[in-house]
């Protein structure tokens, strides 16, 4: 297993051909989407993922990426920290055809290179999964006054919006691969 800082780059389909699992780091900056909801893209995000060949020219992939975001209580206007942990498993296709031969229980990336970019694969998993507002827990007004379920008035809390039904990523999305296939070519 590969471990450390990761490339940049994999190619999908040789590491799915050989059942490689890569496990390391890439800074948190280099998720130029992501970070520009955060306060500061210091830090690293980790990843693991897990690529394997899938039916035709297909590869599938599963992986996880966790990372400390530092972003901006929005009480305070002070910096804080978010943890994220998000799980991907993906397809990757090469063709629109096959994108939409998907079942709809896989998720398709498309991507016509045998190339793409670590961060394509996990970035619009990680921004979904952002909270709409930050702010801080206030642990010491959680005992003095009795909230009802839906009064949080006097508590700081994390608007969490994990709710997956509500934001889940769309299964077909052609245009946003093609997009991240587009800024892939331009960045290398
Ligand atoms: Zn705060």
């Known amino acids: 297993m590969f471990t450390g800082t990761l490339p940049e780059q994999v190619n999908h389909q040789k590491l799915g051909r050989e059942n490689r699992k ?6 948190v900056s ?24 899938g039916r035709k ?3 599938r992939l599963i992986g996880n990426a966790s990372a400390d975001l530092r972003m901006m209580c929005q009480r305070c206007l002070s910096e804080m920290s ?8 993906y397809t990757v296709v090469n063709t629109e055809e096959a994108l939409i031969e998907l079942s709809e229980e896989e998720d398709g990336i498309l991507c016509i290179e045998d190339r793409m970019t670590l961060v394509s694969i996990f970035e619009d998993e990680l921004i979904v999964n952002l909270p709409m507002v930050t702010m801080h827990e206030l642990e010491e007004s959680l005992e003095q006054v009795s909230v009802g379920e839906d009064n949080k008035v ?8 994990n709710d997956d039904s509500l ?14 296939m587009k800024n892939d070519i331009k960045r290398s």
């Open 167 to 180: 934001i889940k990523p769309n299964t077909y999305r052609p245009f946003a691969g093609l997009a991240d």
């Open 30 to 53: 280099n998720f130029l989407r992501l970070k520009a909801s955060l306060e500061k893209d210091i830090g690293q995000v980790n990843l693991k993922i897990e690529f394997r060949k």
């Open 154 to 161: 006097g508590r700081c809390r994390v608007d969490h919006v």
């Open 57 to 59: 020219h297909t590869t």
């Open 82 to 89: 978010y943890k994220v942990d998000v799980s991907i498993r």
């Open 22 to 27: 890569l496990e390391g780091t890439i800074p």
